[in-house]
């Protein structure tokens, strides 16, 4: 009887570290959302609301790593529950740097608001960023389902999220090349574009981590390759 | 003497994962150093060292994370030593962001060796270089020593390395400005020099771990101020 209830506080332990995963996860996916309507809004408040809010990621990933520890302590996880907590230090850390990021949209949000922009890129920025919302989503499913496929599908998406970005990163080009009085809003859209590309990449980091507590082993597949905007050369036509 | 000798192979383990954090580090170190090099001789050979030799950092932070976890499953670590155990899978996963960053560096090094580029902003690409690597060096001291105070100091530190990115960025502007056809090599430097201010930020995100295992605490401080890039706006004067 006593075991039992040992083995069941455990249990709730690491239940507990999950949902604070799944929350800072969810806020995460928020802060995205919200970033990305202020930008297309040039609503600074919404993108003061997102700057402010990051705090709170931040505090949850603080949490997320004092309950890890604590368990570590306490208790003498093995094998899958040992992986799990170990990935769950992995996850907040990923999270955390997306709330980074999306506060970094929303700080250039405010920057943009002061100065005339071209609007076409607009849909291409949405795009993206519902692109790695979806991706988002399903590596929060996969990691509670621990689901590896799932986790692994979610790398793949990325190669789209990669592939959107160096096309807006040409056009972008493009766009400052034709009026010089365009550059400043650019060069801040192009860090927009990158910020929103970086969290596709951390999210599909977290799917790495699902794929690691499932299995024990990191997928083997070459990362970082569908992204080409390092090589993009666009040359003025006078 | 059978509980002595457990204690000692504990401590052996301790000090083989403080060592393998410790080679990550210099090889970051040497990584950055290579890169900025590469860049500013327009050195595609370098480059592609720099390149290549980013597979033998991932797979370092790989080892760290095993070794992190073989401790955690066959001891029961306690409170200076899980502080340090857990740091030391936060800093390799920083490590590991660094080590990308230089590979970033690198990709446009050889981007740039095919387009012409003004060369002025060389200079304080180099001194942020200079800045950075030289909080590496004394973050991973700080490391070794335990030592909070110069892990303050690193942090410190990082603000000079904001103020020169958030001016380079200025500088940048100016000469995309002056010159369209600085455009595209404009545009990828402005990434490399943002590359070498986040190396700066996760060298302060190191600084907080080891003062984390010496205090329990992450220090207190505002972070992520003193860079005001994402506010300069710059405009063309014609």
Redesign the interface.
């Given at each position: 009887m006593p075991k039992d209830h040992i083995v069941h506080a455990f249990d709730m332990e690491l239940s507990n570290l999950e949902k604070l995963i799944v929350e800072m996860g969810g806020r995460v996916e928020m802060q995205l959302d919200k970033a990305i309507n202020g930008l297309l809004n040039y609503d600074v408040e919404t993108a003061k609301e997102v700057i402010a809010d990051d705090k709170i990621i931040d505090r949850l990933e603080?949490e997320v790593?004092t309950k890890?520890?604590e368990i570590?302590?306490t208790r003498?996880?093995?094998?899958d529950d040992?992986?799990s907590?170990?990935a769950a230090?992995?996850i907040s850390?990923n999270l955390e740097r997306m709330g980074?990021y999306a506060k970094?949209i929303s700080?250039?949000t405010?920057?943009l608001s002061?100065?005339p922009l071209v609007s076409i890129t607009g849909k291409s920025v949405r795009r993206m960023g519902d692109l790695v919302s979806h991706m988002m989503r399903d590596v929060l499913d996969a990691y509670v389902a621990r689901d590896a496929d799932k986790a692994l599908d979610v790398i793949v998406q990325d190669h789209e999220v990669d592939q959107l970005h160096t096309s807006l990163f040409r056009e972008i080009?493009t766009y400052?090349?034709e009026d010089?009085?365009n550059?400043?809003a650019c060069?801040?859209l192009?860090?927009i574009a990158?910020n929103v590309e970086r969290i596709g990449d951390h999210t599909t980091n977290i799917g790495e981590q699902v794929y690691y507590i499932k299995t024990g082993n990191?997928p083997e597949e070459e990362r970082d390759t569908a992204d080409k905007a390092?090589?993009?050369?666009?040359?003025?036509s006078d």
């Open positions: 603080l790593a890890a520890t570590f302590a003498q996880p093995m094998a040992l992986r907590i170990v230090l992995k850390s980074d970094n700080k250039r405010i920057t002061q100065i080009l400052m090349m010089a009085r550059i400043t060069t801040h192009l860090f990158k990191i390092t090589s993009v050369i666009v040359e003025k």
